[in-house]
C-alpha cells in the first residue's frame, strides 16, 4: 500500500455509516503513524498490549480515548484503570470483579463491553451463552457500582467463508438484543456493539455492529517484535 496514513484513514472512514465509531488499532505502530491519523482528525484508537497502551499514552495528546480490545490479564487491570476509556475483551466475571475494585479505588466509572465468543477457533476468549446467563443473574454483576456494562464485542472465525463469517456477527447482534431487552431495560447506556476488523468490517456493519476495531487497512502491515 503506498496511500499515506491519513488517505486510507479517509478511505475506511467513507465506508461507515455515520453511527458507526472507528477505533483506529494503532498496536505495533509508532507515534508517527498514530500523529497522522490523529491530525487527521482521528481521536479513538485501539491498543491490545497494556504496557504499550500505557507509554503512547503517556507521550500522545491527552484528548485521545484509549481502547484496550486485547486479552487483558488481571494483574494488570491496575495499570490502566485511572486513563481507559472502553475495555473490549472482558472474557470473565474474575476480570470483570477486578475492574469494579480497582475503579473503585480509582473513584471512576470505568466502562466495558463483554467479549462473546461467537468464532469456531476454540483459542478465543470470550463467554459463552450459558456462562453469559450465569454472569447477569449473578451479585457480581446486579451490585456492580463502578463499572458500565456498554454492550459486547466478537470475533468472527479467521475464514475465507464469507457465509460462516456473517451467520456468526448476526448470532452476536441477537444475543445484543436479547441481553439488551432482558437487563438493560431502564438503561439506555448497553448500546455498543463492538465486531468487525479491516477484513470484515462491512460484512459486520451489515449483521448490525456500530464499533469497528480496524488496523491494518489505516496503518498498514504490523511488524511483531
Ligand atoms: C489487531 C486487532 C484488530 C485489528 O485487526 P486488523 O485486521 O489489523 O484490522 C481488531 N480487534 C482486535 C481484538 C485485534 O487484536
Do not use: C
Not at 464469507?162 to 436479547?178: H, P, T
Amino acid at each position: 500500500m503506498s496511500d499515506s496514513v491519513a488517505e486510507r484513514l479517509q478511505h475506511v472512514r467513507s465506508e461507515l455509516p455515520e453511527e458507526v465509531t472507528l477505533v483506529a488499532v494503532s498496536k505495533t505502530h509508532g507515534e508517527e503513524k498514530i500523529m497522522a491519523a490523529y491530525d487527521a482528525g482521528q481521536r479513538v484508537f485501539g491498543e491490545n498490549k497494556v504496557q504499550e497502551m500505557l507509554d503512547k499514552y503517556e507521550s500522545l495528546p491527552k484528548d485521545i480515548e484509549w481502547h484496550l480490545i486485547g486479552h487483558l490479564q488481571t494483574n494488570k487491570v491496575k495499570y490502566i484503570v485511572s486513563f481507559v476509556s472502553l475495555i473490549h475483551a472482558v472474557d470473565k466475571e474474575k476480570l470483570f470483579q477486578e475492574i469494579e475494585k480497582r475503579a473503585g479505588m480509582a473513584d471512576r466509572q470505568v466502562d466495558i463491553l463483554l467479549q462473546i465468543h461467537i468464532a469456531e477457533e476454540s483459542n478465543k476468549f470470550g463467554f459463552d451463552r450459558d456462562e453469559l446467563h450465569a454472569f447477569f443473574a449473578g451479585d457480581t454483576f446486579t451490585k456492580r457500582k463502578h463499572t458500565r456494562v456498554r454492550g459486547m464485542m466478537g470475533m468472527a472465525t479467521f475464514t475465507d467463508d464469507r457465509i460462516k463469517v456473517k451467520r456468526e456477527f448476526e448470532g452476536l447482534k441477537r444475543l445484543f438484543e436479547e441481553v439488551r431487552t432482558a437487563h438493560f431495560t431502564d438503561d439506555s447506556h448497553f448500546d455498543i456493539l463492538s465486531m468487525g476488523m479491516s477484513g470484515d468490517y462491512e460484512a459486520a456493519i451489515a449483521a448490525g455492529s456500530n464499533m469497528v476495531r480496524v488496523g491494518s487497512a489505516i496503518f498498514g502491515e504490523r511488524n511483531y517484535r
